[in-house]
């Protein structure tokens, strides 16, 4: 049965401060409308720019999972993302008055209970689940961790730890269903070793934190003299060591807190490829890193998969071509060997399609790889921007009079081997309408069914000789 998407129903604000920054830090969530995804506001900042949670923008786990777009930075986004992806909303504003999320008390109960507190509406369209088909599997030898997708047709999470300590050993969490995660794994709240702790203040690196905001596992022997200096710090009365082998700045809720903390990290983490999951993951010693290199494997399948179910656009390579070599060389200023282009099949105002025919008479197969020839990725890429260019210079009655200058090229990913005999398809649509002579497209070229390149171009014309 399919599901509906959720976003919250009114605005609900939280205020702490970052652990690492110790700035003092507002984050409101406000409803966003379907497919809207994740997003993060920052209000302090001219112009209020937002960073997507997305995988692709993580910069920095060494202590937390941190975004960066451009030069817009949000910190410690784990937790947060965790409560939303484990209270089921697909859609939210986030806005930030600081670069950092705040702590709370180092779990994810604080936000889940502002979702609850604000109340969940659902949305029209249907939720876009990924769903594991094959086994997904990543591994650090180095680290000893291994992270494993399998199918399942629910979203389901098994972590296991081993710290080979006395003090925290091995331990072992399941989540069998997300619509649990409030209850079960919501208030587990991040830990951290004795030793880990002391050298993160010696570099004055938690300047918010404070004992309420962790676990402290003490691996190591401690005396009353740094017990009562670690109560100074904390501004606490006393600091003593409990018999399980923790300060005594608070109970745990669970026996395996620590694992469950770190399944909670997990959720975080793979809330950043975009999407709910259906499967199972199965994790042995995770962390922020493997689990952000995780993510990207799932974000990276679940792309080809999108790409292998788009229907490749129907044409017959054989019909009168709209612009056939002539037209276009009255088109384009380009000349062998730089006209990349044979035909254009297809054209309308949002879309073209253009032909190359790979011959081993090309001049680049010289010395290209002579003894196993491959049609270089920036020729190819040349050959889709001409297409294009073909795109943009229809908008105007005159286009002799026009060259096209290529402004941007991202995204590039080559699929397959482009090689002597091959017919190349490029197939490229408007993102958005042409403005102002400025054209932003999609494309993506075949060599019969298969995809071997695509990139998303920005091009705009001007009159021949203007500056």
Do not use: W
């Amino acid at each position: 049965m399919k599901e509906h998407q959720t976003t919250i129903k009114e605005p609900v604000s939280i205020s702490g401060v970052g652990l690492h920054t110790g700035k003092n830090v507002t984050l409101t969530f406000k409803p966003a409308p379907a497919n809207y995804g994740y997003k993060f506001k920052r209000i302090d900042l001219e112009g209020q720019p937002l960073v997507e949670a997305d995988v692709d923008y993580v910069f920095e786990t060494s202590r937390g999972t941190s975004l960066k777009k451009g030069d817009i930075v949000v910190r410690t986004v784990e937790h947060v993302l965790a409560s939303l992806y484990g209270m089921g909303i697909d859609n939210i504003l986030i806005e930030i008055d600081s670069m950092e999320l705040p702590i709370m008390d180092g779990s994810s109960k604080c936000f889940s209970e502002a979702i609850k507190k604000s109340g969940i509406y659902k949305q029209n369209e249907f939720k876009n689940y990924y769903e594991i088909k094959d086994n997904i599997v990543y591994r650090n030898n180095e680290k000893k961790v291994e992270i494993i997708a399998i199918p399942d047709d629910k979203f389901k999470l098994s972590v296991m730890i081993d710290y080979d300590n006395k003090v925290l050993g091995a331990q072992h969490a399941f989540l069998p269903e997300i619509i649990d995660f409030d209850k079960e794994i919501a208030p587990s709240r991040t830990f951290v070793f004795l030793t880990e702790l002391e050298h993160l203040l010696q570099h004055n690196l938690i300047k918010g934190g404070d004992l309420n905001n962790a676990i402290v596992f003490v691996n190591n022997e401690i005396s009353q003299s740094e017990l009562d200096r670690m109560a100074k710090i904390f501004n606490k009365p006393s600091v003593s060591v409990l018999n399980e082998g923790i300060l005594n700045n608070l109970q745990l809720y669970f026996p395996n807190e620590p694992a469950r903390h770190k399944l909670l990290d997990i959720i975080g983490d793979l809330a950043l490829i975009g999407m709910p999951i259906k499967g199972h993951i199965i994790a042995y010693r995770p962390g922020h890193y493997s689990n952000v290199q995780f993510a990207k494997m799932i974000k990276e399948d679940s792309f080809k998969k999108s790409k292998s179910h788009r229907n490749k656009p129907k044409f017959d390579i054989f019909a009168k071509p709209v612009y056939d070599i002539n037209d276009i060389k009255k088109m384009l200023p380009h000349r062998p060997p730089f006209l990349l282009i044979d035909k254009i099949l297809e054209i309308s105002d949002e879309h073209v399609i253009g032909l190359k025919n790979v011959t081993i008479n090309e001049s680049f197969f010289q010395g290209h790889f002579p003894d196993e020839p491959l049609m270089p990725g920036v020729l190819q890429i040349e050959a889709m921007a001409q297409t294009g260019g073909i795109l943009v210079l229809r908008s105007v009655p005159d286009p002799q009079n026009y060259s096209t200058y290529f402004l941007k090229i991202d995204n590039v990913k080559f699929r397959n081997k482009v090689v002597p005999g091959d017919t190349l398809i490029f197939y490229l649509k408007l993102i958005s309408p042409i403005r102002r002579g400025i054209c932003h497209m999609e494309g993506v070229a075949y060599v019969g069914n298969k995809i071997v390149m695509e990139a998303v171009l920005m091009a705009q014309i001007s009159k021949k000789n203007d500056r």
